[in-house]
């Protein structure tokens, strides 16, 4: 079962090209890179992640342009799949990992797949879940309208868009349909759930459908079949729609690949995983090297970081490059970080900068209950983090 009360740690990894990915890290031995659906981030391989953590170290990665990571380099209006592939490998590289196990769920599994393709020297394991194969003139039916406009608007629609979208995607398949024939047979998540996921939707922005879009066309038998490395498909009871990997495996598959059936329970579902990675990849893979830091001290340039403290993880925006002491920069109440680098920005690379999500604020953890708040709470968490760094 998945212990919620295991310690998952945040962090961000510079890449060779200056930009950063955010992952969770939790666990330790033998890595296995988690990659999540889109447009959600990390948080949807939380589950995951903490049933592997007794054996080993899950890192659950932003994709980039969702969650916290940066967006692609030059953020490309109409991206392929395979413009992915060169941060993954870039952020393998930055942790040192010569040969991982990867395990993607729907977008995640694509990219996944392209990887493990393209690199196989990297890839001791690739596990796809929510993997299939679809025609394109029937994907071409099915997205009519799945990918509406979200561009900010002034009278706020863009957020009922968002929220219906999220709701629906439980509700109907595609998520724009209305027909009862088309209704799923689950439960609406409770609201906490929907409102966690919405806010993935809205930290992608207007432009979430970057990868989703794409790993729609990138399903395909033909892509899928012609991995070498060893695999695993998962084909899970509880999926309300079982036709798109059926698909997939009738038309067959290497000696490469093995098909998990686990049953229609979540735990079924992780278990499943689970076992494989230890029977298949944990006895004979290389364990986890020390984790690097998250930021480039000498580069005159914003930078993200999680800053342990008492408790829990601060979020900081920071540039450590340049002389005489740090300027710590402190939001108003309800703000956060964010609003500090415009002021702040002057100093870059003349003088250390570190500007902090106050607890319960932007990124960071809440670690105040209502009745601790005070201003000298918050001053202690800020000099706990100055002293970390």
């Known amino acids: 079962m998945s212990d919620l009360s295991v310690v998952v740690r945040r962090r961000f990894v510079t890449l060779a090209d200056g930009s950063q990915l955010h992952c969770r890290i939790v666990g330790s031995g033998p890595p296995v890179v988690l990659l999540h659906p889109s447009p959600q981030s990390g948080t949807f391989s939380l589950p995951m992640a903490r049933r592997l953590a007794p054996n080993f170290t899950a890192i659950a990665i932003d994709t980039p342009g969702y969650?916290?990571?940066?967006?692609?380099?030059?953020?490309?209006?109409?991206p392929a799949l395979d413009d992915y592939l060169p941060p993954?490998?870039?952020?393998?590289?930055a942790l040192g990992l010569?040969?991982?196990?990867l395990y993607g769920n729907a977008t995640g599994a694509e990219i996944a797949q392209l990887f493990a393709h393209a690199h196989p020297e990297r890839v001791a394991l690739c596990m796809l879940d929510t993997a299939g194969h679809k025609e394109d003139?029937?994907?071409?039916?099915?997205?009519?309208?799945?990918?509406?406009?979200?561009?900010?608007?002034?009278?706020g629609g863009h957020l009922l868009t968002h929220w219906d979208m999220v709701r629906s995607l439980s509700l109907f398949s595609p998520w724009q349909a209305r027909d009862a024939a088309q209704r799923l047979a689950i439960d609406l998540p409770e609201p906490a759930a929907l409102h966690a996921k919405m806010l993935d939707y809205l930290r992608a922005g207007p432009a979430y459908a970057a990868a989703y879009r794409p790993a729609f066309y990138t399903a395909k038998h033909a892509l899928i079949a012609r991995l070498r490395v060893p695999t695993t498909l998962t084909r899970w009871e509880g999926k309300p729609d079982l036709s798109e990997v059926d698909a997939l495996i009738a038309r067959g598959l290497p000696p490469n690949f093995t098909?998990?059936?686990?049953?229609?329970?979540?735990?079924a579902r992780l278990e499943a995983a689970e076992r494989h990675l230890l029977e298949r990849y944990r006895p004979s893979a290389a364990l986890m090297p020390p984790l690097p830091d998250q930021v480039e001290r000498r580069a005159a340039?914003?930078?993200?970081?999680?800053?342990?403290?008492?408790?829990?993880?601060?979020?900081?925006?920071?540039?450590?490059?340049?002389?005489?002491?740090?300027?710590?920069?402190l939001h108003d109440p309800a703000g956060s970080s964010r609003r500090l680098e415009?002021?702040?920005?002057?100093?870059?690379?003349?003088?250390?900068?570190?500007?902090?999500?106050?607890?319960?604020?932007?990124?960071?953890?809440?670690?105040?209950t209502r009745e601790a708040i005070s201003t000298e709470a918050y001053a202690a968490f800020a000099e706990a983090a100055l002293a970390v760094g």
């Not at 993954?88 to 590289?93: A, G, N, S, T, V």
């Open 259 to 267: 098909v998990l059936r686990p049953g229609p329970g979540v735990e």
């Open 137 to 155: 003139a029937a994907l071409d039916a099915m997205l009519e309208g799945y990918f509406p406009d979200v561009t900010p608007r002034r009278d």
């Open 342 to 368: 415009a002021l702040m920005s002057p100093w870059l690379g003349r003088r250390p900068l570190i500007a902090l999500d106050n607890p319960g604020n932007g990124e960071s953890d809440a670690l105040l």
């Open 301 to 329: 340039r914003w930078q993200s970081c999680f800053v342990d403290v008492p408790g829990g993880q601060l979020f900081a925006r920071v540039c450590l490059a340049g002389e005489g002491r740090p300027l710590l920069g």
């Open 88 to 93: 993954l490998r870039m952020f393998l590289d």
């Open 98 to 101: 010569q040969r991982v196990a």
């Open 67 to 78: 969650g916290l990571s940066d967006p692609l380099p030059g953020r490309p209006m109409t």
